[in-house]
């Protein structure tokens, strides 16, 4: 096997951390004081209840949303950093090459290898018979695709993805999942997810952030520890497991009879 990096992938150790983070929407606080760092290669898993910020998070993290905290990237190079978000963004009047091309240039892809990085880039994600359509008469699923080839096509560093298998049918999340798992081998890919099997079978490193803290960042290193990331989910988030239906109604049966309430 090739262990050696990918072209314009970085060279040297990258990190990028988080250090004290606070945030507030309409002085309501999202974060209180939240600490993470991020190296290497590999798939780190971000799960959460609705509502908990984790959108917001990745928004802070891609240097989208900026936010009262010291981020940092040992290279201090923002190019290193791909980002899409929940709903992909791009130009629906400019064809899936004209925004690709557009991505990559304004994330610092000099105009000599624009134009072979931009055709690799459509290779990779499944797009080569839809170049010079226009972007805004893409399906869902190719839309998601020409948003991973806009987020990729600069080949960053670290890759930032937010919910993005969500509204896919089975054969584009499976496409969709083997994009993640080979860009993995060459950078840093973190995901957000509220689908906790998938985060199962992706992730080597899981965070679940909970009330304005990240409550886990743990390592998932065996078939034992991915059985029981649903228990530990519930349990760190404090949802308890819906008992079966049949049970519930058993439950609810038997408080009724007794007079009892709820």
């Not at 948003?147 to 670290?158: D, S």
């Not at 952030?209 to 519930?234: C, M």
């Amino acid at each position: 096997a090739n262990n050696q990096p990918a072209r314009g992938f970085c060279r040297v150790s990258c990190s990028l951390s988080l250090k004290n983070l606070f945030f507030s929407y309409d002085r309501r606080p999202v974060f209180d004081g939240l600490n993470l760092s991020i190296e290497g290669t590999g798939i780190i898993g971000l799960l959460g209840l609705n509502g908990q910020g984790k959108s917001t998070l990745l928004k802070i993290l891609s240097g989208v949303l900026p936010a009262s905290v010291e981020t940092t990237c040992s290279t201090t190079d923002r190019h290193l950093i791909g980002y899409l978000p929940e709903r992909p963004q791009f130009y629906p009047e400019l064809t899936v090459y004209e925004n690709i091309c557009f991505s990559a240039e304004i994330n610092g892809v000099k105009k000599p290898e624009l134009h072979n990085r931009v055709s690799d880039t459509i290779g990779k994600t499944q797009l080569a018979g839809h170049s010079r359509q226009l972007a805004g008469t893409l399906s869902k699923g190719y839309q998601q695709r020409l948003g991973l080839a806009m987020a990729t096509a600069h080949e960053p560093r670290f890759l930032i993805l937010d919910e993005p298998t969500d509204g896919l049918d089975p054969r584009q999340v499976e496409e969709t999942q083997a994009f993640i798992r080979d860009y993995a081998s060459n950078a840093c890919v973190v995901i957000s997810s509220h689908r906790i099997d998938e985060i199962s079978r992706l992730c080597m490193r899981m965070l679940i952030l909970h009330q304005g803290s990240l409550v886990d960042d743990s390592l998932i290193e065996n078939d034992e520890q991915r059985q029981n990331l649903t228990a530990k989910f519930h349990q760190l988030t404090g949802q308890p497991q819906s008992p079966p239906e049949s049970e519930a109604e058993s439950q609810t049966e038997s408080g009724s009879e007794s007079g009892s309430t709820p």
